[in-house]
């Protein structure tokens, strides 16, 4: 099936990094020790990367596999809310982890996934990321990012944990749908100027192996 091709949104008025978001870029900057470093899986247009990824965790990937999408048609929220992922704007990634620990310390991993783009956000662009326990990252109050969790586990093992993050990065205003338009906001509208997705995917990345 051939996937179609959906032209990023021209933010070109806004200065800042160059946006130069493919697999090649992201590969290229990676600095993790597994995560990413075998199975990557790089979409420029996907349902869902969890959706994508349980599978893929369920016929036996590893730890540290990697899918991630410039545009999600069907990106979800918590609560079934949907995840607004529109092509040239976002970071919309998905990681398989495989952690030895009880399924009922598995949450943990949504936090630390939360710590991880905060400390990404502030890194990158000195914005005041906050996070709305569990699994929301704030700024000034509107949503950043998020973190859509979940589990495949027995009763005493954790057989996979996929960890799904968006993150509104190069998102503007004017394309934002009404019914998120008060209460979401990216870094692009917070500081008026584009930022490398393929960098801030890599820093993410890096930064929730170490945790």
């Not at 032209?7 to 697999?23: C, L, M, V």
């Not at 993790?32 to 199975?39: L, V």
């Not at 005493?156 to 944990?161: E, F, I, M, Q, T």
């Amino acid at each position: 099936m051939k996937k179609i091709k959906h032209p990023p949104y021209n933010n070109d008025r806004h200065a800042g990094e160059p946006d130069n978001f493919s697999e090649a870029e992201i590969r290229a900057g990676l600095e993790t020790r597994f995560f990413g470093k075998s199975d990557f899986y790089f979409f420029d247009d996907i349902g869902s990367t969890n959706d994508h990824a349980s599978i893929l965790a369920g016929n036996g990937s590893p730890e540290g596999t990697v899918v991630i999408a410039d545009r999600q048609s069907s990106g979800r929220g918590q609560k079934e809310r949907t995840w607004f992922s529109p092509p040239g704007a976002g970071i919309y990634i998905s990681l398989i982890l495989r952690p030895v620990i009880p399924p009922a310390d598995a949450p943990k991993i949504t936090l630390l996934g939360a710590v991880s783009v905060a400390e990404t956000i502030i890194s990158m662009t000195g914005l005041d990321a906050r996070i709305k326990w569990p699994n929301d990252v704030l700024i000034k109050g509107k949503k950043i990012a998020g973190i859509l969790s979940g589990m495949d586990a027995g009763m005493h093992r954790v057989n996979h944990v996929i960890v799904g993050v968006g993150i509104n990065v190069n998102t503007p205003e004017e394309i934002l749908p009404p019914e998120i338009g008060n209460i979401a906001t990216s870094v692009l509208i917070e500081t008026g100027k584009r930022t490398s997705r393929s960098g801030m995917a890599c820093a993410f990345l890096k930064s929730f192996e170490l945790l």
